[in-house]
């Protein structure tokens, strides 16, 4: 059975459409990156699957549940984000701000458990962000930061992640480290991840499925091989590449050559 099920999802910003009609679906416990260009609609549509935008009803299901009916405490364990925008104004520790992970499970007034505790260290010691526990978030470097937001995602314990351009800020090292810790989750804890990626080689080595999204309509999905083609690409991108495997994972690896011409 799907997990998440997106079923002819619109959206408009005034009167432009944005997203026309999306519909696919995502089965549990995979890794799937949105690839698309900028502007069309990746972060709108992840918007919609968190509720910061109000989907249509019955537009988007995760495992039955229409999320349009859900409240904000059901959905926060359901679904856990890290957004594009990691930046905090509070002067909080970092634990503390791990820790608010855990509010869709406390009841009013009531303080985190020991149990709380663990799961956030745990979280920290998988993004490498233990050593920062008592630093401000303010002090800590984007890259830094982005990690600590990924453990904050990872203590909410959701059955589905939902990561927009989550390795943007960060050096080679930090987005291999990110992306394997997310395909861990994945494959131990049968977490549902779906990232919003612009480096397509990076997505095709971590993927298990694409999704190509191209002015707010579903190009194509599937394996990385099916979607990554030097067609697709020169439409979507108007780039011309060159596609090899990549020698140790034999995944598909562009080479981009140029723009595409206009015809
Ligand atoms: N609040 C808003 N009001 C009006 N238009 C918006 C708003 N937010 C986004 N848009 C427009 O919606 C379109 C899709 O934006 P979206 O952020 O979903 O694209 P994206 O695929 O995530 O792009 P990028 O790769 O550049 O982050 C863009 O043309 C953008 O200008």
Known sequence: MSDITVENLHWKYGDTTILDGLTFKVEKGNFYSILGPNGSGKTTLLKN??????????????????????????????????????????????????????????????????KDLALAKRAMEMTNTWQFKDKSIKTLSGGERQRVIVARAIVQQTEVLLLDEPISHLDIHHQVELLETVSYLCRKEN???????????????????????????????????????KEAIQKVYKTDCCIIKNPITKKPHIIPIGKASDN
């Open 49 to 114: 699957m968190l509720k910061i935008l109000q989907p249509q009803a019955n537009s988007i299901f995760i495992s039955d549940t229409d999320v349009s009916v859900l409240s904000a405490k059901d959905m926060a364990k359901k679904v856990a984000a890290v957004p594009q925008e990691t930046t905090v104004d509070f002067d909080f520790s970092t634990l503390d701000i791990v820790m608010m992970g855990r509010a869709p499970y406390l009841k009013r007034f009531q303080v985190e458990s020991e």
């Open 191 to 229: 977490l549902t991840v779906i990232a919003v990626l612009h480096d397509i080689n990076m997505a095709s080595q971590y993927s298990d499925f694409l999704v190509l999204i191209n002015e707010g309509k579903i190009q194509s999905i599937g394996t990385v091989e099916d979607v990554i083609t």
